[in-house]
């Protein structure tokens, strides 16, 4: 599922290479960096490369419009949780929409930018950063509290080559899955991971702080809030993370 790897010592960002030459590379084409100058994050935020760390885009495109492509960021995260499991690293789990966290802490984000073509095709980029070690002079540039592989699991020696084939092979299985996965199943196996779920948090909705339980995301990728005795649910556009808070439009 993977036909072509990139691999750049120093880049601006693996997303924007494969956004480039007019969305021509072929499903699961990769491209990893060792450093990114200008990474991306989510809503124009910049991914901070850390001194130790595994960055990748994957390419793929569906022949056809899907009107849940939303969800894929769900799948990509479990996918990659599950695959980190396998390789010893455990008790990682998930923060809405994009995020995987350990104890609190951000691990690795995930970034899906997308082409819709005239023929009805969509073409895809899916961005990955994970840290593998995050020193003090990473933490001084980076405006949120951080976590590492090292600190999941401190006695298992990193391969770095091995981490990131399996980390990739996660992220192509995810997007040839994807077309014909169950979003009822999508979002009871996020649910089982959301580290928030069944959490009560300070949201701001229509600039009015209210008190919320969160319960995880419905069959159309929507967030649940239960507030003013029932279950409200908001589009990933309408929800805005800044730093530990939900924030919503």
């Not at 009822?184 to 229509?206: C, G």
Request: charged share 25%; net charge positive; aromatic share 10%.
């Amino acid at each position: 599922m993977i036909p072509v790897i990139q691999i750049y010592e120093n880049i601006d960002s693996t997303n924007n290479i494969l956004m480039k030459k007019n969305c021509l590379y072929p499903n699961g084409h990769t491209c990893f960096a060792e450093k990114q100058t200008h990474g991306k994050g989510m809503q124009g935020k910049t991914w901070i490369t850390t001194k130790n760390n595994i960055c990748f885009s994957m390419a793929w495109s569906y022949e056809n419009h899907l009107s849940n492509i939303h969800m894929l960021n769900f799948l990509v995260a479990i996918k990659l949780v599950n695959a980190l499991k396998n390789n010893g690293y455990l008790n990682i789990k998930i923060k809405w929409p994009n995020d995987l966290i350990f104890n609190g802490l951000k691990l690795a984000g995930i970034l899906i930018e997308s082409v819709y073509k005239k023929n009805s095709k969509i073409y895809l980029v899916i961005g990955v950063g994970i840290n593998i070690e995050v020193d003090i002079e990473d933490k001084k540039k980076i405006d949120q509290k951080v976590s590492d592989l090292i600190s999941v699991n401190p006695e298992k020696l990193v391969n770095k080559n091995k981490l990131a084939a399996y980390l990739a092979g996660a992220v192509a299985e995810s997007l040839f899955e994807f077309a014909e996965y169950e979003c009822k199943k999508l979002s009871e196996e996020w649910n089982k991971l959301d580290n928030y779920y069944n959490v009560t948090r300070i949201v701001s909705i229509n600039n009015r702080l209210i008190k919320v339980k969160l319960l995880g995301i419905n069959e159309t990728g929507k967030l649940c809030c239960f507030h003013d005795k029932k279950i409200n649910l908001y589009n990933i556009n309408e929800v805005k993370i800044i730093k530990d808070e939900f924030l919503c439009n």
